[in-house]
């Protein structure tokens, strides 16, 4: 976690890989980073992991969720109820379930 990072009230961290929030970045409350997943596609629907990362300057508003393998760019928004299927491209809004750009 960068320097002046605001994490706010019932987040959830679940990592069971990397989880990196850059500098100046705000994650408000509710907020579910899930770095893990299973395989719906095996028999035995194996764990499934992959890192997350949120760059500087961001803002994930409350109650979104990022997926794993997810990156979410420098100075972007994700839209409060977002879930972030998809990388967020720097210096951009997303929001809905998928998130899509605003």
């Known amino acids: ?9 019932n987040v959830i961290c679940y990592t069971v890989d990397k989880i ?3 500098n100046q ?17 095996s ?3 194996e764990l ?4 997350i990362e949120i760059g500087n300057n961001s803002w994930i508003a409350a ?7 997810r990156s979410v760019g420098d100075g972007a ?6 879930v972030v299927i998809k990388d967020v491209e720097p210096w951009t809004i ?3 379930n998928p998130a899509k750009f605003i």
């Open 25 to 41: 970045t705000t994650i408000s409350r509710d907020v579910f980073l899930c770095c893990a997943s299973h395989d719906v596609t």
């Open 1 to 9: 976690m960068g320097d002046m990072v605001a994490l706010s009230e």
């Open 20 to 22: 990196k929030i850059g």
């Open 63 to 69: 109650r979104s969720i990022i997926m794993p393998g």
């Open 48 to 51: 499934t992991y992959a890192p």
């Open 77 to 82: 928004v994700v839209a409060a109820g977002a």
């Open 43 to 45: 028999p035995i629907m």
């Open 94 to 96: 997303v929001g809905g």
